[in-house]
């Protein structure tokens, strides 16, 4: 255990204790200490929030550097939180520290956590979903008892928190950031951006979480063994009353962002790519217009505004699986583009497959309870669940991927699926789309099939497209 203790203070650290000796230290006093990646695996980001404001942020054991924001995080009446975010950089792969925070004015309990191994060759898991609520929160004792027992390298949380945030003048965001403590403050909590967010431009959630790169967690990628995970904003093509701009940020990042992550370089080190995002493309439920139809303008866009859809985009750069909830309900589909199934084989639909596999999980548990079905199962969804729970994802190796379901409601995985990558593939032929994307494998051989990649010529990957929205901006 490297417990060291070292102190930075960009301020004035100790004052002389009978200047606050009127205020209640409770003010003070660290709460909803939660962690999230930095730039890399290895680096992690803590960060807590006080009432008032302290004279340092503090993390005892290791490097760190400081970060300390006074947020005013808006509402109706002024209500100020104070966001403290620490750093802690280059930890030491593959072992576990214990932490603790605060300041001269109150420190928080003591936490651990465990750095993982950055490089590419060990199997990480995750326990994935969506919207939970501050009450219904059926997964979470579920969730904690998980973690507390090491399942996880991270949780991804992947859009509406707390219903909501900001609820109660940002009462009920602290109540529910305290209660995902027990998961929050162990594995670094990945989050994306839900509509349940939206209150002040989506405000609340910018500050209170602190994920990679600078876009105030709207979206990022980050690499977790075999996997490059991409998250972004579905929100961006529904409130557009806080303009383009948002829109047009992110869909050139992401077009560069997948350029980048299909490098033959950057495939071979994280063959799986994995999007998330709150609202999906696809979904059976008779409550979900817009998953429910095929004008969906996440999947093919909004002509009439301009907007491009993700379906093309994320097709043609070969993404393996994306992860979207919103729906309060589990579903499971086969490879699908365009509306067409795409199975790798008759019998093994996931081997290989010819196009993304959608998975919908947004049955954390909830206020408004679950969402109900088309009777009919379309014959694009595999499987589903009204059941309350989340996902747990296994990423054995370069080329298994293991998805299971946990039921909350049956305390059982009601669902078990691989997507399997082990095709020694012509090298003219592509992975999704012919004279596209190149792409080959083969498990028992993998470091041989470098040599394919160079053959692709990349410039004529994707015409990059624009909207013209995007121009004048
Ligand atoms: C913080 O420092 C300032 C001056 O550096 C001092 O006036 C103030 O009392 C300190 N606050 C607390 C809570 O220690
Ligand atoms: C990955 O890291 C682990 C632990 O640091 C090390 O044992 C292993 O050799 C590394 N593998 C590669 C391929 O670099
Ligand atoms: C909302 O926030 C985004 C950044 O997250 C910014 O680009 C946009 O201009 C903001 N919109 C308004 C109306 O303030
Ligand atoms: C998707 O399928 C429709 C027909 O159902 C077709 O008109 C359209 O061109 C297809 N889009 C793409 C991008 O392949
Ligand atoms: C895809 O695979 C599943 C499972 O084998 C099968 O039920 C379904 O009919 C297949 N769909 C197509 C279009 O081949
Ligand atoms: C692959 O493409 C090249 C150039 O077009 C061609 O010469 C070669 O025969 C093709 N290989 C196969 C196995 O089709
Ligand atoms: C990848 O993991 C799967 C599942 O554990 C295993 O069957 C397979 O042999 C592994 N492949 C390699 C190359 O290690
Ligand atoms: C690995 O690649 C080499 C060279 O192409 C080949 O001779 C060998 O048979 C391959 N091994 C397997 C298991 O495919
Ligand atoms: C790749 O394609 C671009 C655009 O078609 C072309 O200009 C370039 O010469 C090609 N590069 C190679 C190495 O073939
Ligand atoms: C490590 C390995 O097996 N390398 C082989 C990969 O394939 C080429 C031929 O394409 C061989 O020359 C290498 O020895």
């Given amino acids: ?30 709460e909803q200490m939660h962690l999230s990646f930095g730039e890399t695996v290895r680096d992690f980001v803590i960060t807590w929030s006080t009432h008032q404001k302290t004279n340092a942020s503090v993390c005892k054991y290791g490097r760190n550097a400081i970060e300390f924001t006074k947020v005013n995080l808006e509402s109706p009446r002024l209500f100020i939180r104070y966001i403290h975010r620490v750093t802690l950089k280059n930890l030491k792969e593959n072992s576990c520290y214990k932490y603790y925070c605060g300041s001269d004015l109150g420190w928080s309990r003591k936490y651990w956590f465990c750095v993982p191994q950055k490089n590419q060759s060990w199997s990480p898991s995750l326990a994935i979903y969506g919207d939970m609520g501050l009450t219904y929160a059926y997964s979470l004792p ?33 109540l529910f950031m305290k209660q995902i403590e027990y998961i929050a403050a162990y594995v670094p909590y990945m989050v994306s951006v839900g509509n349940h967010e939206a209150a002040y431009n989506f405000s609340h959630y910018r500050k209170r979480f602190s994920m990679p790169g600078v876009s105030e967690g709207l979206y990022y990628s980050f690499n977790l063994g075999p996997v490059h995970f991409v998250a972004f904003s579905t929100e961006v093509y529904f409130y557009l009353q806080f303009g383009y701009e948002p829109y047009c ?4 990042w992401l077009e560069n962002e997948l350029r980048e992550s299909n490098k033959p370089e950057n495939r071979e080190k994280h ?34 505004k301009d907007l491009l859809g993700l379906e093309e985009l994320f097709y043609n750069y070969g993404v393996d699986a994306e992860i979207w909830s919103h729906a309060h309900s589990y ?31 947004g049955a954390a548990g909830n206020v408004e309870r679950q969402d109900s079905f088309f009777e009919h199962l379309p014959e694009w969804s595999a499987f589903r669940s009204q ?41 003219n032929q592509s992975y999704y789309k012919n004279d596209r994307y190149s792409y080959s494998y083969n498990s028992n051989n993998y470091s041989n099939d470098s040599h394919n990649y160079n053959r692709f010529n990349y410039s004529n990957f994707y015409s990059f497209k624009e909207s013209s929205v995007c121009k004048h901006l």
């Fill in 142 to 174: 579920y969730l904690s008892d998980d973690v507390q027992n090491h399942m996880y390298s991270a949780v991804i949380h992947n859009g509406d928190f707390a219903y909501n945030l900001e609820s109660e003048d940002g009462e009920r965001g602290d």
């Fill in 249 to 252: 940020n992110q869909y050139k």
């Fill in 331 to 361: 579903e499971r589909l086969w490879p699908i583009y365009n509306y067409t199934v795409l199975n790798g084989s008759e019998n093994e639909p996931y081997r290989n497959p010819r196009a993304p596999v959608h998975i919908i999980t």
């Fill in 387 to 427: 059941d309350f729970g989340y996902t747990r994802l296994k990423a054995f190796n370069k080329s298994h991927l293991y998805f299971e379901q946990f039921s909350a409601d049956k305390e059982a995985v009601i669902d078990r699926f691989w997507i399997i990558k082990d095709r020694n593939k012509d090298v």
């Fill in 271 to 304: 063959p799986w790519i994995i999007t998330y995002g709150h609202r999906p493309m696809y979904c059976s439920n008779d409550n979900m217009n817009e998953c429910s139809t095929k004008e969906n303008v996440i999947r093919g866009g909004d002509p009439n």
């Fill in 1 to 30: 255990m490297n417990l060291l203790l070292i102190v930075h203070s960009m301020f004035v650290l100790l004052a002389k204790k009978d200047n606050f000796v009127d205020a209640s230290l409770y003010e003070y006093q660290p």
